[in-house]
């Protein structure tokens, strides 16, 4: 199964930052990475596909990109809204498998 | 406007049965992979089971292999899943997909609670 190594666990930013969250996967998955945002009682949003490109009506201050294998989400001047967990998800081969999610805190 | 909502969920005892409903609409149903994902309280996503668009492929996570079920009846827009020999780690909440390419989910439902307790 591949591994997705997500960090950190849990950040506090403030709205002039620049936000980075990191996936490491434990071998090449060849793009087949997404991202997602859950706010509390909410089921989770799709932000980021194929590894870098915005999902329909996602504000472009979310981007992704990559290196080797690990994958980056970046939130550059996050506002409020942005608060809640990030997932990243690997569907490159079964057990399509998530990352353990990262807590983010605007502050 | 594309539409997910689940139902069937509640509280069921171990080693009991249940199933799973997501009614689907605002797309053309047949034409997309779907999926079921799950939320254990407090704790992270865990993808459980895809299927193909005309439910041919089904696809298992290693924890469900066995006991779940996903099918799909394209008449009716409306993904299943079968749920078996219920343990409690199988408490979550589940959520319906619409797995695009099979890749991402790109579409979600607002998930139904399954509680498996004596």
């Known amino acids: 199964d591949i591994q997705m190594t997500q960090s950190p666990a849990s950040l506090s930013a403030s709205l002039e930052e620049i936000v980075t969250i990191t996936c490491k996967a434990s071998q090449g998955i060849d793009d087949y990475l997404s991202w997602y945002q859950q706010k509390p009682g909410k089921s989770p949003q799709l932000l980021i596909y194929?590894?870098?490109s915005l999902a329909d009506g996602v504000p472009s201050r979310f981007s992704g990109s990559r290196s080797g294998t690990q994958y980056s989400l970046k939130i550059s001047r996050p506002q409020v809204d942005d608060s809640g967990i990030y997932y990243c998800?690997?569907?490159?081969?079964?057990?399509?498998?998530f990352g353990a999610g990262t807590k983010l805190e605007l502050k | 406007e594309v539409q997910l909502v689940e139902s069937g969920g509640g509280l069921v005892q171990p080693g009991r049965s249940m199933k799973l409903s997501c009614a689907a609409s605002g797309f053309t149903f047949s034409d997309y992979y779907m999926a079921w994902v799950r939320q254990a309280p407090k704790k992270g996503l865990e993808w459980v089971a895809s299927i193909s668009y005309e439910g041919s492929s089904t696809y298992y996570g290693d924890s469900v292999k066995g006991r779940f079920t996903i099918s799909r009846d394209n008449a009716k827009s409306t993904l299943y899943l079968q749920m078996n020999s219920l343990r409690s780690e199988d408490t979550a909440t589940y959520y319906c997909?619409?797995?695009?390419?099979?890749?991402?989910?790109?579409?979600w439902g607002q998930g139904v609670m399954v509680t498996v307790s004596s």
């Open positions: 194929d590894a870098t």
């Open positions: 998800l690997q569907s490159y081969s079964t057990p399509y498998t």
């Open positions: 997909a619409r797995h695009r390419y099979l890749s991402f989910f790109d579409y």
